[in-house]
């Protein structure tokens, strides 16, 4: 089931090459991905890991992904959601949802603005994205600090911008990928 919810392709925009590597370490996972087109100018990347192995966490991150606000349409004005106030959303669902106490993600959401070449990007306990290419003198670390989901309902999270260009690569991963 989880397999049939597995992005197979990414969306494209002008002037942004995103790749993706999705490969659990078991037959499910509790790690999730989600590439989105938001509008001519702009890309949502997500990720997310649920705390715990098998179905349980595949369960969970498909309740993750399908809450996650990115637009906001109040008469014919849509709004990119900011990925911090994203996160906090989805953080206050999720506190919300009846259930055991220990159903806890992390996750990274970042909005690309292709026009300008810059990422908006928030953290929930997620380990940090890096910024790597010739412009930066090898790899930084873009820590975006932010407790994990699903613990403190009224938790904020802060967001971090940085400059894409030239040849640079925002990478963005799992905890899985580390080991």
Same mark, same amino acid.
């Given at each position: 089931?989880?397999?049939?919810?597995?992005?197979? *392709? =990414?969306?494209?925009?002008? *002037?942004?090459?995103?790749? !993706? !590597?999705?490969?659990?370490?078991?037959?499910?996972?509790? &790690?999730?991905?989600? !590439?989105?087109? $938001?509008?001519?100018?702009?890309?949502? =990347?997500?990720?997310? &890991?649920?705390?715990?192995?098998? =179905?349980?966490?595949?369960? %969970?991150? $498909?309740? +993750?992904?399908?809450? $996650?606000?990115? %637009?906001?349409? +109040?008469?014919?004005?849509?709004?990119? +959601?900011?990925?911090?106030?994203? $996160?906090?959303? %989805?953080? #206050?669902?999720?506190?919300?949802?009846? /259930?055991?106490? &220990? #159903?806890?993600?992390?996750?990274?959401?970042?909005?690309?603005?292709?026009?300008?070449?810059?990422?908006?990007?928030? /953290?929930? /306990?997620?380990?940090?994205?890096?910024?790597?290419?010739?412009?930066?003198?090898?790899?930084?670390?873009? &820590? @975006?600090?932010?407790?994990?989901? /699903?613990?403190?309902?009224?938790?904020?999270?802060?967001?971090?911008?940085?400059?894409?260009?030239?040849?640079?690569?925002?990478?963005?991963? @799992?905890?899985?990928?580390?080991?």
């Amino acid at each position: 089931m989880q397999q049939q919810f597995v992005q197979r *392709g =990414v969306p494209y925009l002008p *002037g942004l090459n995103v790749g !993706v !590597v999705f490969r659990p370490a078991t037959y499910v996972s509790g &790690d999730l991905f989600d !590439v989105e087109r $938001l509008d001519e100018h702009h890309v949502s =990347v997500f990720l997310a &890991d649920a705390v715990g192995h098998g =179905v349980p966490a595949a369960m %969970l991150t $498909l309740f +993750i992904s399908r809450a $996650l606000p990115k %637009l906001d349409t +109040i008469g014919e004005t849509t709004r990119i +959601i900011p990925p911090a106030e994203a $996160l906090s959303r %989805l953080n #206050r669902e999720f506190c919300q949802r009846p /259930g055991p106490g &220990d #159903r806890f993600a992390t996750a990274m959401y970042a909005v690309i603005d292709t026009r300008t070449m810059t990422a908006t990007i928030a /953290g929930a /306990g997620h380990p940090a994205a890096i910024i790597s290419g010739r412009n930066t003198g090898g790899s930084q670390r873009i &820590d @975006s600090e932010g407790p994990l989901l /699903g613990v403190f309902p009224d938790a904020s999270f802060a967001e971090t911008r940085v400059e894409l260009g030239g040849e640079q690569s925002l990478i963005m991963f @799992s905890d899985g990928f580390e080991t």
